[in-house]
């Protein structure tokens, strides 16, 4: 893909389609923002271009509404302490003040439009909106990696109006973790994690055509410790995901990947961090209890399946982290894949989370900035804010 060190941006008007959909608590403080860090690059690449830079994202999902607690006003505060110059908003994406004030930036200034959501047009990749956000610059800028799985006037419609390119967060993210998936040096070890297996069915299937180890830990490991037979007793289970896991479990073998599950689990009487809690074979969970992590044994496992992979991708906690008792298996695998010397991919806001929580995020070769996003390319799917760039 064309990205901005490929066409020249000197004195042009810039539109820069963002993911700043970060975390907000109740009082609209910012409380994660690595996607607002991760744009700083290719924002200053266009400043240093003398660009004239116009900002765009989504908040949430006020589903076309202006709804206030999803205003970006607070991010653009924030942008601007990061960047120490002044970023001005326009309070409305599109209409007469936008473009105003677009049509008045300065080379070096930025301007941000409000909440692309407050429009349903934006969800509907409506081509009057499209038009609308496009007539207000010269060129796209898409580094929104985050929400290219959504073909939304912001991120998919408006490349038929402008020439579009990818930032450098889109890049790194094409380059990490959609190249090192198609063609990952070997050995290539994924570690699947989350609650659910039916959120994870595509990656899962996708990634055992091409991993030599898959380690599968966090909730979903019940449903394939179920499809092997034993009683999970209280566990979370997706009863009618225990038919697939056998499937991929059977996949798994025909294809020679090594698929590793749970050997033991810690398990408690009640879901809460001052619950009773034990480690046990996966032979022997009571009925009455539930498996809330993976156990030690099988953390040492995992983490020893770390070792001596070139290529690691990892998605999703072993267990519910959050809770110091069932801790242990995430914290082990984060350490692991931190001390690794391979490639190594993360995404996921957990798992992210799991590594800043032991202070080895900055170990990692590169964390992806997509939730959905990210799934989805794992899924070797093509994304449609990815496929509207220019190609070289
Ligand atoms: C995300 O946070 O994953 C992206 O910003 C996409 O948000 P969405 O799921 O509301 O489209």
């Not at 072993?318 to 190594?344: H, I, R, Y």
């Not at 964390?367 to 996003?373: C, D, L, M, P, Q």
């Amino acid at each position: 893909k064309k990205s901005i060190r490929d066409i020249d941006v000197a004195g042009k008007k810039v539109f820069i389609r963002v993911d700043y959909n970060v975390p907000m608590d109740k009082e609209g403080n910012i409380t994660e923002g690595t996607r607002i860090r991760a744009t700083l690059p290719t924002l200053k690449y266009l400043l240093s271009q003398n660009a004239a830079i116009i900002i765009a994202s989504h908040l949430g999902r006020p589903k076309g509404e202006v709804v206030p607690a999803f205003s970006l006003v607070p991010v653009a505060k924030r942008l601007s302490d990061l960047l120490g110059q002044e970023v001005a908003v326009a309070s409305d994406c599109v209409g007469s003040e936008a473009e105003a004030k677009a049509k008045a930036l300065q080379p070096g200034q930025i301007l941000m439009l409000e909440n692309l959501r407050y429009h349903k047009a934006e969800e509907k990749n409506d081509p009057e909106f499209s038009r609308q956000l496009a007539s207000l610059a010269d060129v796209a800028v898409n580094d929104a990696f985050g929400v290219s799985h959504r073909a939304h006037a912001s991120v998919e419609g408006i490349t038929k109006y402008l020439p579009a390119v990818a930032g450098f967060l889109m890049e790194k993210e094409i380059m990490f973790v959609g190249q090192t998936v198609a063609n990952p040096t070997h050995p290539f070890v994924a570690i699947i994690g989350g609650a659910k297996v039916s959120d994870k069915i595509g990656v899962i299937e996708n990634l055992l055509k091409k991993v030599d180890t898959l380690i599968i830990g966090g909730g979903m490991a019940n449903t394939f410790l179920a499809a092997q037979g034993y009683n999970i007793g209280k566990s979370l289970l997706e009863a009618d995901k225990v038919e697939l896991a056998k499937t991929l479990i059977v996949t798994a073998k025909e294809r020679g990947v090594s698929l590793l599950l749970p050997t033991d689990v810690v398990i408690a009487d009640k879901f809460a961090a001052d619950a009773q809690h034990k480690a046990v074979a996966v032979a022997n969970i009571d009925s009455e209890w539930m498996a809330l992590d993976i156990g030690p044994e099988t953390a040492t496992v995992y983490a020893k399946a770390v070792e001596t992979a070139q290529t690691i991708v990892w998605n999703g906690p072993m267990g519910v982290f959050e809770m110091d008792a069932f801790a242990n298996g995430t914290e082990t695998v984060a350490k692991a894949v931190a001390a690794s010397k391979a490639t190594s991919i993360v995404g996921g806001g957990d798992s992210i989370a799991a590594l800043e929580k032991v202070g080895l995020a900055d170990k990692i070769t590169h964390i992806s900035t997509g939730g959905g996003a990210s799934l989805e390319f794992l899924e070797g799917k093509v994304l449609p804010g990815i496929a509207a760039l220019a190609d070289k």
